[in-house]
């Protein structure tokens, strides 16, 4: 089972933290991807990381402001999101999966409940 957290009501440029967080089991050998959906959209890939390495991915759209990162001790993935943008409000769900296309939703096996993520300009 996958917890996101972390989201809130930032202003444009503005920074946030979400976390993922696993309960049950480890991540183990998973990936872990950021997906967020915005109303009206379709869900998009945001950001992922393979668990072993520590290969990180980032859609264009947000590369260079948001960072992925994991903490094995805590058994959590981080998206640090800076220099927000009002286009960065939406729902942020994490999942965890063993497919290797990082950025195909079909490929992630659990999902958290989603976290909101509210910039305005």
């Known amino acids: 089972q996958l917890q996101a957290s972390g989201g809130g009501l930032v202003q444009a440029g503005g920074s946030l933290r979400l976390s993922c967080t696993a309960s049950?089991?480890?991540?183990?050998?998973?990936?872990v991807g950021w997906f967020r959906q915005a109303p009206g959209k379709e869900r998009e890939f945001v950001s992922g990381i393979r668990w072993t390495g520590g290969s990180t991915y980032n859609t264009d759209s947000v590369r260079g402001r948001f960072t992925i990162s994991r903490d094995g001790a805590r058994n959590t993935v981080y998206l640090q999101m800076n220099s927000l943008k009002p286009e960065d409000t939406a729902v942020y769900y994490c999942?965890?999966?063993?497919?290797?296309?990082?950025?195909?939703?079909?490929?992630?096996?659990?999902w958290g409940q989603g976290t909101q993520v509210t910039v305005s300009s």
């Open positions: 049950g089991r480890t991540f183990g050998t998973y990936n």
């Open positions: 999942a965890a999966g063993t497919g290797a296309h990082m950025a195909i939703s079909g490929m992630y096996n659990y």
